[in-house]
């Protein structure tokens, strides 16, 4: 079978938009941390070894401004060198790694979720989902079916496992903010 254009248009985003530390959002030795991690599968329910992940979340507070300028620079080259790591930052990017895996380290976010943005081949938009930790009017308004995709399991405290189906029978609930 051959590709379809779409699935020829990339994916480039493994170039020059991952950074050291993207998925760090919180030092290691802040309190309180949490670690995310799942899978991204496509519709045959294979791994996808080259998505892109953005996560966007507010602290345990609920503030939504991350802290700024946490991303350090070689004075010599200008290359990025990694976060700051002190402050938490709400801003992850992470991608996918050969298996299909990504992981995060950051805060309990304290609106109850984390926004999750997918870029991968074949995907000529990019999709928009939630990793939910708590009750939310939008999560309680779906089929308990359909809801669970967007719940992460506690596989131990403070450790959550959350898969990515981009189709399929257990395609993950994905958002339409056009």
Not at 37 to 60: I, K, N, S, T
Request: glycine share 16%.
């Amino acid at each position: 079978m051959n590709p379809t254009p779409s699935q020829t248009v990339g994916p480039f985003y493994g170039y020059a938009l991952p950074f050291p530390g993207g998925g760090d959002l919180a030092p290691l030795t802040n309190g309180g941390g949490i670690t995310v991690h799942g899978y991204v599968y496509d519709g045959a329910g294979e791994p996808v070894p080259d998505a892109l992940l953005e996560f966007w979340q507010p602290g345990p507070s609920g503030e939504l401004r991350g802290r700024p300028g946490t991303l350090r620079r070689d004075p010599v080259n200008g290359a990025v060198l990694g976060r700051n790591g002190v402050d938490f930052t709400g801003f992850g990017r992470v991608p996918t790694d050969l298996d299909g895996r990504w992981t995060l380290r950051t805060l309990e976010p304290g609106n109850g979720y984390i926004s999750v943005c997918v870029f991968a081949r074949g995907l000529l938009h990019h999709l928009y989902t939630r990793i939910y930790f708590g009750r939310d009017r939008l999560l309680d308004s779906l089929p308990p079916e359909r809801r669970q995709t967007l719940v992460p399991e506690e596989e131990r405290p403070g450790v959550y496992r959350f898969d990515i189906h981009l189709q399929g029978e257990k395609e993950t609930v994905f958002l339409d903010f056009g």
